[in-house]
């Protein structure tokens, strides 16, 4: 599509022997909200510094903003905001004096890097703070901060590394609001997370990226019909007791998962199941009926083994 | 998605060299402006304390003995002060291109947020430098305004004097910001660097007394200092002695390793903050 954000074909990134990217297409649309999702050490990072043209790319074709980031990276780059996964503030400055001197970096005029400041404090709410140096602040208003500051140059495509990763629940909702309000301006975004609330809350398209491969892609909506069922019943048994039980209820379900202390049943009503288990005399310790969510897909994509 | 309002556009515009260079000192001149207090004592108290100690106390000794004289024509005071100068510009030179530095790139990690803009990491690197040369003009202007009301400054030669140091500190700093950028640890290097060159470097460049006093198989080293040519420099400047031959070979080899640095942190910017 040639009025694609980015366009990727085949990008590939490694470092020395390592692959971290290993050829994936990726297509961002205008205006849409695109998730990067998959465990530590899938390649998301790796392929967000690519599209952010710090990264050179190994091979491949890479476009961002119609423009190759080899070529045409600083002028690209004054088009983006980037919020990086760890925070890169200046702590010994004040939160105001932050967004001024990002600003500039960005060749912007002392006058208008100033009404922009004021302007994102409101919008991070961070006013009464402005004055004070960033070392104290909590980590939500430094989140708060770097999405500010990532705004100062008016970006048409902001790229977000878990943007909510180690803040407690009221600061990733707070952040998920000027999100959406971003979206509402016009802002495309592009984001990674390990959060599959997160990446339902706000994508409106995503791929799952695993061993440097993208292995799924679609609405959430879609990657949960294709690849998990609309209803889990989960039953809750005694650890170990759960694998004698496994034969009883294994046809009530579309597929069936063993965890140590419970069996996963994918179905597109749990309540029938549930009874239909009840009545073949399947007597577990607690029984949980719930909405599939793309934690679901997730786990049955990438595996529930660790890999780091 | 219709946007509510026409929204404010992104320039897209990259940086010309000079102008992201520029901007790099602002930035770092915004920091300075709030927390130049602590550098102040550092860098302008250090050099006076060896010209008390040396300049004042031993010198009075060397003076009154006379033997000294048959060395030095000039009273010690006015000998070490403009050599002080330069090696005022070396250790702060040192101490400018190695923790601020690394820090940068480790703990307080702002290259990464400059490196996300459209200056790239070359124009970053000279944004460095160029910061580090202001910071050592500025220690060197004050040093020299406290020099003169210790009487140890002779003619208005010594005001040349403190170009010629900013220059010698450049050639070491270039280089250092280079290694600097490459450290990955703790910066457990530096302390081998301030041990193993700055110290030595500081005693036997002939800034406490010529490098003819040196036994001759030591001399080569002194040769290779950045810091004997800045003092050949900054002592021939301050006490109108500097012969144009002698000085375009000191200029010339303290250029080649501003240069040389500049190129090698240049280098080492872009292979960091572009992986």
Known sequence: ?308 | MTALLDPPRATGAALPGWRATLLVVEGLWTWYRRNWRATVISSVLQPLLFLVAFGVGFGTLLDRGGRAQQVIDVPYLVYLAPALLAVGAIQNAAFESTYPVLSAFKWQRNYWGVSATPITPGQLACGQLSWITLRLAGSGAAYLLVISLFGAARGPGIVAALPLAVLCGMAFSAPVVAFAATVENDGAAFNALFRFVVMPMTLFSGTFFPISQLPEPVRPLAWISPLWHGTELTRGAALGVLELGPALGHTAYLAALVIAGVLLARWRFRARLAR
């Open chain 1, 1 to 308: 599509m040639s009025d694609a954000l980015v366009q990727a074909r085949g990008l590939r990134k490694c470092f020395g022997d390592i692959e971290a990217v290993s050829g994936i297409d990726v297509d961002v649309r205008p205006g849409e909200a695109f998730g990067f999702l998959g465990p530590n050490g899938a390649g998301k990072s790796s392929a967000m510094r690519m599209i952010g043209c710090v990264s050179p790319r190994t091979a491949g074709e890479l476009q961002v903003l119609g423009l190759d980031p080899d070529v045409d990276g600083p002028r690209i780059r004054a088009r983006l905001g980037v919020v990086p996964q760890q925070d890169n503030l200046d702590t010994e400055l004040s939160v105001r004096d932050n967004l001024h001197v990002y600003g500039r970096y960005f060749g912007l005029s002392r006058a208008a890097v100033r009404a922009k400041a004021t302007e994102l404090l409101d919008f991070a709410q961070l006013t009464d703070r402005a004055s004070d140096k960033v070392e104290p602040l909590s980590g939500g208003m430094k989140r708060r901060l770097t999405i500010a500051r990532s705004l100062v140059n008016d970006p048409e495509l902001m790229l977000l590394d878990e943007p909510t990763t180690g803040l407690d629940p009221q600061a990733r909702h707070l952040l998920w609001d000027r999100l959406f309000r971003l979206k509402q301006q016009g802002v495309t975004l592009i984001l990674t997370t390990h959060y599959m609330d997160e990446a339902e809350q706000l994508c409106d398209r995503l791929v799952v990226m695993d061993g440097g491969l993208i292995v799924a892609e679609g609405s959430p909506g879609d990657l949960i019909a294709r690849y998990s069922s609309r209803e889990v019943l989960e039953l809750r048994f005694a650890p170990g007791e759960q694998h004698g039980q496994r034969a009883a209820v294994d046809e009530l379900a579309e597929r069936l998962e063993e965890l140590p202390d419970r069996l996963l049943l994918y179905t597109t009503d749990g309540e029938r199941a549930l009874s239909a288990a009840h009545q073949r005399g399947v007597r577990p310790v607690s029984s949980l009926v719930r909405r599939a969510t793309l934690e679901d897909v997730f786990l049955r994509l990438t595996g529930r083994s660790l890999v780091d």
